[in-house]
């Protein structure tokens, strides 16, 4: 890489061999410990997102999270046919609201992109959150879209990836990024390792650590990190949380409830499944090109609100493990790498 240092590097690892370390706590019960975090002007009841791709999200879903206190971010798949819609619908139903909703919206970097963001504006529909979603964004395209966006609505919080390395976040937040969305393949569905040799898998939580010390050092304003992938237990929220991370993207996590889009599928032994998918596989790119996704079935896991529950005490427990009342412990826990 140009000028790295590439010694950085080594000695890397994940959450699999990351153990917190606790200290005294200071509660006198887990109940008494705030998960909420604040990001954009909104105040959500999780540090958590489920991502937004097509088999882990849809519009119902993302406005009854919006409605229950969760941050969403709606996918970008058939951006032009059904995104618009979806704007709309949040907005009209803010008109009834006196605690209104987030607009919280995907984008890429194609032309479709570009005239969906135009008729946001035109019809004065305000973005609360942009997310530009693309596999790579350490790209010219990237940062020219990052730069249009923060041109056409000054106002919105833009969350920009995915990346893996301080010198693509440093490429994002010039261009205007408010937030950069961490992860280069680390996602359960996701074959970009495989495929291309490249990537983070592996060694999320590193990277995380890395482009959060190199943030902290050099911007004066609040960078956010969202990390995105491989987070396999309920344990690993705390984890990314501890190595740097402002909020985490859960794929398979919250892939496969009786909320979640797709068809139930009974297999002839009886079991009970949905489909989950990656953003870069067949069923979203609907052609025949190189992809880097695969597509998997996960167990119908039932409510999607019972294991938001859970994790909302997992995560308050965490903290208490932590020596702390809310989320701000995270940034001086240390770990062990073992």
């Known amino acids: 890489m140009e000028g790295n240092n590439l ?4 000695n890397t690892f994940d959450y699999d061999n990351m153990r917190l370390i606790a200290r005294k706590s200071i509660v006198s019960s887990r109940s008494m410990c705030d998960t909420s975090f604040q990001i954009g002007g909104f105040k959500f009841n999780l540090p958590i997102v489920p991502a937004n791709m097509k088999s882990v ?17 709606m996918h970008r798949f058939e951006i032009m046919e059904k995104s618009l819609d979806f704007v709309k619908k949040v907005f009209e139903i803010n008109k009834t609201l006196e605690n209104p909703l987030p ?55 833009i969350i920009a990836g995915n990346i893996m390395t301080p010198e693509a976040a440093d490429w994002l937040i010039d261009a205007g990024a408010d937030c950069v969305k961490l992860g280069l393949g680390p996602g359960s569905v996701c074959t970009t390792k495989l495929d291309t040799g490249f990537g983070s898998a592996q060694w999320q939580a590193y990277c995380i650590k890395l482009v959060s010390s190199h943030i902290q050092k050099k911007y004066k304003r609040k960078i956010y990190i969202c990390a995105d992938g491989g987070i396999k237990l309920r344990g690993d929220v705390a984890k990314a949380l501890a190595v740097g991370a402002d909020f985490i993207m859960a794929g398979g996590r919250l892939a496969g409830f009786d909320e979640s889009p797709g068809t139930i599928i009974q297999d002839n032994n009886g079991a009970i499944w949905k489909a989950y998918y990656g953003s870069a596989s067949a069923e979203n790119k609907n052609e025949k090109k190189h992809i880097e996704g695969r597509h998997t079935l996960v167990h119908l ?12 005490e997992a995560l308050r427990s965490s903290i208490s493990y932590a020596g702390g009342k809310d989320l701000s412990v995270f940034q001086d826990v240390e770990f062990a790498v073992v």
């Open 7 to 10: 010694a950085k590097y080594v």
């Open 57 to 73: 999200v849809n519009a119902e879903l993302a406005v009854e999270l919006a409605k229950r206190g969760f941050f969403y971010i």
């Open 103 to 157: 607009i919280s919206v995907s984008i890429g970097v194609k032309k479709e992109s570009y005239d969906f963001l135009k008729s946001c504006s035109k019809f004065g529909y305000n973005l609360d959150f942009i997310t530009l979603d693309i596999a790579h964004a350490h790209s010219d395209a990237a940062k020219d879209m990052v730069k249009f966006s923060r041109s056409i609505f000054p106002e919105s919080f």
């Open 301 to 312: 896991k039932g409510s999607i609100w019972d294991e938001l529950q859970a994790q909302t």
